[in-house]
């Protein structure tokens, strides 16, 4: 690359930077306000979703399950997949719902993706990091034993949800109907969500075939990197990595077919 | 300098494909001021949304060579649930320029007062078209792209932005969709009639308003 080329690419990454950080903002104050907290309710909800159903676990099924305490293995199921439901159902009608902000011509439709994705994501982490404090400071959820691979595990878990996101919206624009699956879809995803398991748990003509879910082989990452030598977890990081890379080349070239049609009033 | 070349534009809905413009060509050069004229539905917001880059071309290319403002009119370019104010810090952001430069402008520009705190969806069609000028205004561009909003507003708002726009910057280019027959003729060096998805050229801003007006 010479010079002229590596400082177009720098500029870019200004006006990209810049645009990113005025929709954030936007977007923020529009969905939360000034009032109260103002944006820290982009937290509250995947909280207060952990919280409750890890209440009804504890209370339903006891304090432990296979060696991990109750309330810390719902907490590691819940956030995450709030964090892929929420910015699936943000992504649908994203570009007509934002198509104002076209008319300047800096701000490009996989902004608004990113935008909403970036918010979802952090408000799981800091759901996830406030959590996880307290509950450390109650003794109900265990040192991280390796910290590198949690990260590594929520990384590919939200990359594989953002790639998903990069379909969803320009479908949606295509056809109305998209909208009506999408909570339904969302729904029957949980069971290969690695939520309520460990695939350890299964027999093993089952793990193969939960295995092939890019969610789950993150989510065993993420609670290994939590529990450590404790449990046994399945997962091969190259499952998320190449089904992210796949859907968000088929949801680019979407996006771009979309984008040459789409009207804005 | 803009150039549009072959440029078409066709809507889609469901299996219903309208053709809007077809085949339109149209070179603006530093500091011309462009009219646009044709009846309502001819095309001419579609072509400044083009022009603009808010929209895409179903076939053909524009070339941009100078910095152009977004289409200026009644909607678009903010947003409703927002204020004023934060409508104007988000172009400040956007557009890398200071913010309180901005916001001084657009204080004495849009004459608002305390309605800049409330949310654009409250304002009227004048007030919005105060507010979209002065965004667009407070932002420097070679050329500005205004659809028909001239129009609005009362004597006041329409003395400023003619200072403004006319006197100020007179030397910018700009392409103005109107139906004013006046304005198109005090200002205009050029106009383009669209008609049935084409356009025509005129250097002669008096018989192109003539060919309109038998439209």
């Not at chain 1, 645009?19 to 939360?32: D, K, Y």
Request: proline share 3%; with cysteine.
């Amino acid at each position: 690359m010479d010079r002229s080329s590596f400082s177009r690419l720098y500029e870019g990454w200004l006006v990209q930077v810049r645009v990113v950080h005025a929709l954030m903002i936007r977007e923020l104050t529009t969905r939360f306000g000034r009032e109260n907290i103002g944006f820290l309710w982009i937290m509250v909800e995947p909280l207060l979703f952990a919280i409750l159903v890890g209440v009804i676990w504890r209370l339903t099924k006891g304090p432990e399950e296979h060696g991990m305490t109750i309330i810390a293995f719902v907490v590691t199921g819940y956030i995450p997949i709030t964090l892929f439901r929420h910015c699936v159902a943000r992504s649908v009608a994203v570009f007509t719902s934002n198509g104002s902000l076209l008319y300047h011509r800096q701000v490009k439709i996989l902004d608004f993706i990113l935008v909403r994705f970036i918010i979802e994501l952090l408000g799981g982490m800091m759901a996830y990091v406030f959590i996880a404090i307290i509950l450390i400071f109650f003794n109900e959820f265990p040192m991280p034993s390796d910290i590198g691979l949690l990260i590594a595990g929520w990384c590919l878990y939200a990359i594989f949800c953002f790639s998903l996101c990069l379909i969803i919206a320009p479908l949606s624009e295509m056809s109305e109907v998209l909208e009506k699956f999408v909570p339904v879809t969302t729904y029957i995803v949980l069971p290969f969500s690695g939520l309520f398991y460990m695939v350890s748990w299964m027999k093993p003509e089952v793990r193969d075939f939960l295995l092939l879910s890019p969610f789950v082989n993150g989510m065993e990452m993420m609670r290994k990197g939590i529990w450590g030598n404790q449990i046994t977890a399945y997962y091969n990081i190259w499952n998320p990595i190449v089904c992210s890379v796949v859907t968000a080349a088929i949801g680019l070239a979407l996006c771009r077919r979309v984008r040459r049609n789409l009207s804005v009033e | 300098m803009i150039v549009c070349r072959n440029i078409c534009k066709a809507y889609f809905h469901g299996r219903v494909r309208k053709n809007v413009l077809n085949d339109v060509n149209l070179t603006v050069e530093r500091g011309q001021r462009i009219a646009l004229l044709g009846r309502n539905g001819a095309g001419k917001s579609t072509l400044i949304k083009l022009i603009g880059g808010v929209e895409m071309p179903t076939s053909g290319k524009i070339t941009r060579q100078m910095s152009v403002s977004w289409p200026l009119g009644f909607a678009g370019g903010f947003q409703g649930s927002l204020t004023g104010y934060d409508n104007a810090r988000f172009i400040a952001r956007i557009y890398q320029r200071g913010y309180s430069q901005i916001r001084d402008f657009v204080e004495e520009f849009t004459e608002l007062g305390q309605q800049l705190k409330m949310p654009v969806k409250t304002y009227s069609s004048g007030m919005r078209a105060r507010l979209a000028f002065a965004l667009s205004l407070a932002i420097e561009f070679d050329c500005y792209l205004i659809d028909e909003i001239i129009l609005v507003g009362d004597q006041n708002f329409h003395r400023k932005c003619y200072h403004e726009l006319f006197e100020k910057r007179k030397d910018r280019a700009m392409i103005l969709a109107s139906h004013s027959t006046e304005v198109v003729r005090e200002y205009c060096d050029r106009a383009v009639v669209i008609h049935q998805g084409t356009a025509k050229d005129f250097g002669d801003v008096n018989l192109a308003l003539e060919i309109y007006s038998n439209l």
